[in-house]
């Protein structure tokens, strides 16, 4: 990415040094040839070089979206992450709570006096109580393990979509510098035989 950063630098900064090269001379032909001569020509490399930046412009655009996209996708992976992170503790101590339960039901039970028999009924339902809570506990730790597994299918899908669109561009980038050299080179050839 620093790579693609660097030659979209350089290929500004020859952009600027051909502008001003460009402007400089017309100011020392002047003399020598009238203005009408060099309009033409001088109106299509203009024209050439707002194309190409406004190309450059454009994916520049779609590179920063890219980008921005793949953050997004990464925070919302984060949070799924920190939410199964957070109901598999909850799992752990609604296990835990159920085995303390599970004891303390078994204890009642092998008491079987009369008001243990009350406070093993109230904790049979405190029980099934916690038992529906644990299963409750793992459906959602099975639907944040899939959320996570989707959004770490789409990160990945999205950076190999970025990839792509980078080469792309970086392909589309290199036609276009290579277009205006040649148009520059035209251009400056087309100079010298008009004087």
Same mark, same amino acid.
């Given at each position: 990415m620093?790579?693609?950063?660097?030659?979209?630098?350089?290929? =500004?900064? =020859?952009?600027?040094?051909?502008?001003?090269?460009?402007? #400089?001379?017309?100011?020392?032909?002047?003399?020598?040839?009238?203005?009408?001569?060099?309009?033409?020509?001088? #109106?299509?490399?203009?024209?050439s070089?707002?194309?190409?930046?406004?190309?450059?412009?454009?994916?520049?655009?779609?590179?920063?979206?890219?980008?921005?996209?793949?953050? %997004?996708?990464?925070?919302?992976?984060?949070?799924?992450?920190?939410?199964?992170y957070?109901? &598999? %503790?909850q799992?752990? /101590?609604? #296990?835990?709570?159920?085995? +303390?339960?599970? =004891?303390?039901a078994? /204890?009642?039970e092998?008491?079987?006096?009369?008001?243990?028999?009350?406070?093993?009924?109230?904790?049979r339902?405190?029980?099934?109580h916690?038992?529906?809570?644990?299963? +409750?506990? &793992?459906?959602?730790?099975?639907f944040? %393990?899939?959320?996570?597994?989707?959004?770490?299918?789409?990160?990945?899908?999205?950076?190999?979509?970025?990839?792509?669109?980078l080469q792309?561009?970086?392909?589309?980038?290199?036609?276009?510098?290579k277009?205006?050299?040649?148009?520059?080179?035209?251009?400056?050839?087309?100079?010298?035989? =008009?004087s």
């Amino acid at each position: 990415m620093q790579a693609k950063q660097a030659q979209q630098e350089r290929f =500004r900064q =020859r952009l600027e040094k051909l502008r001003r090269e460009k402007a #400089e001379q017309p100011e020392r032909d002047e003399a020598v040839q009238p203005a009408e001569s060099l309009a033409p020509g001088e #109106e299509g490399f203009r024209k050439s070089l707002r194309k190409l930046e406004k190309k450059l412009a454009a994916q520049n655009e779609r590179t920063a979206e890219e980008k921005r996209r793949s953050r %997004q996708l990464a925070l919302e992976l984060k949070a799924a992450r920190q939410a199964g992170y957070e109901a &598999r %503790q909850q799992l752990a /101590d609604r #296990e835990r709570q159920c085995g +303390e339960l599970q =004891r303390a039901a078994a /204890d009642m039970e092998s008491s079987r006096q009369a008001y243990a028999e009350e406070a093993a009924a109230s904790l049979r339902e405190q029980l099934a109580h916690a038992e529906e809570q644990v299963e +409750e506990q &793992r459906l959602i730790q099975l639907f944040l %393990q899939g959320t996570i597994t989707e959004l770490s299918h789409r990160q990945k899908k999205t950076e190999k979509r970025h990839q792509i669109e980078l080469q792309r561009m970086e392909s589309k980038t290199a036609a276009s510098q290579k277009l205006l050299q040649q148009t520059l080179l035209h251009a400056m050839s087309i100079q010298p035989q =008009r004087s």
